[in-house]
């Protein structure tokens, strides 16, 4: 018989009115973390009201990686210092903002040395960033203009993960709203103003 010990952590309850979920939940892509550090640790566990999108090829959902931006980075930087509840790891491509109208390149360094903040290398800028702008994973290094999300398109729903999911066993699933109210407050990892037009268009109240 084998036994796994595990500690009881009871996360923020966020989602205060459901009027649509996915039915049957969906399955959550863990190999895009498989690099992720956080909090110094590999990530084991995604907290629950996570982003995810769509694979339509697969069907699998993937996390939709954000970082908030903690300093003014000038127009030409390559080193954008963020808040550290993000999951970003070296190779992923970034751009600024869920509207996708600017640049996007590839992340070659995180510096995770400082406890207050984290720096995101890049291989080339994507221009200048203001305070508590956000970094949002995309798909190729791009132009001004052109960038594109890693899954799916601008217009996909944005569901929302309902449960925690356990990263260390594959093909765990997790129950996923798409159409309700949700407390912004709680949700781990940020989002901008575009993001949030995306979830009301489809149907997510962000209070």
Known sequence: ??????????YHPGIEL????????????????VNTVFAGVKLDELPPLVIVVKDETTGVYHVLKTAAVQAVAAAN????????????????????GGDFTKAADVIT??????SAFDKITLAGTIGAAAL???LVQAKAKAEA??????????TSELPITMNKINLTV????????????????????PIDDAIKARLTTQGIRIV
């Not at 360094?109 to 400082?114: V, Y």
């Open 18 to 33: 459901i009027l649509e979920d996915v039915e049957g939940g969906g399955t959550i892509a863990r190999s895009d973390l």
């Open 132 to 134: 508590g702008e956000v």
């Open 170 to 189: 594959a093909n765990q699933s997790s129950g996923l709203l798409i159409r309700g109210t949700v407390n912004g407050s709680v949700m781990p990892f």
């Open 109 to 114: 360094a995180i510096d995770k040395s400082n």
């Open 1 to 10: 018989m084998y036994l796994k010990r595990e500690s009881e952590f009871q």
């Open 145 to 154: 203009g052109s960038a594109e999300p890693l899954y799916g398109k601008t």
């Open 77 to 96: 930087a390559v080193v954008y210092q963020v808040k550290k509840n993000h999951l970003f790891a070296v190779g992923d491509v970034v751009t600024l």
